[in-house]
Nanobody
Framework: QVQLVESGGGLVQAGGSLRLSCAAS????????LGWFRQAPGKEREFVAV????????YYADSVRGRFTISRDSPKNTLYLQMNTLKPEDTAVYYC?????????????????WGQGTQVTVSS
């Protein structure tokens, strides 16, 4: 079993950047495909980005492609989400998740472990 803890959220102006981190304990993240999801107030949770178990393959939601970058640092056992050119509509609680499967999953039910979330607020 793996425990996930997100950090790095905060308040930023539109056009700014943030880097979210997801630190893992209990098991090596190299055993999992890893994803980022977000949930805005009054909305359903939505997929943001995923990175394959091996690391080099990634996939993004259309709304963030070209602005966000997902990456993993195996020695640090940490997942990252670099967010650039932030928009007010990016405001949400961001969650990292780990899947025992080997695909690039965009549905939350494919993930086995979740962090507690970190708030990102983008002001206009």
């Amino acid at each position: 079993q793996v425990q996930l803890v997100e950090s790095g959220g905060g308040l930023v102006q539109a056009g700014g950047s943030l880097r979210l981190s997801c630190a893992a304990s209990g098991r090596r993240l190299s055993s999992y495909a890893l994803g980022w999801f977000r949930q805005a107030p009054g909305k359903e949770r939505e997929f943001v980005a995923v990175i394959s178990r091996s690391g080099p393959t990634t996939y993004y939601a259309d709304s963030v492609r070209g602005r966000f970058t997902i990456s993993r640092d195996s020695p640090k056992n940490t997942l990252y989400l670099q967010m650039n050119t932030l928009k007010p509509e990016d405001t949400a609680v961001y969650y990292c998740a780990a899947s025992l499967g080997s695909g690039l999953f965009v549905r939350g039910y494919n993930y086995d472990y979740w962090g507690q979330g970190t708030q990102v607020t983008v002001s206009s």
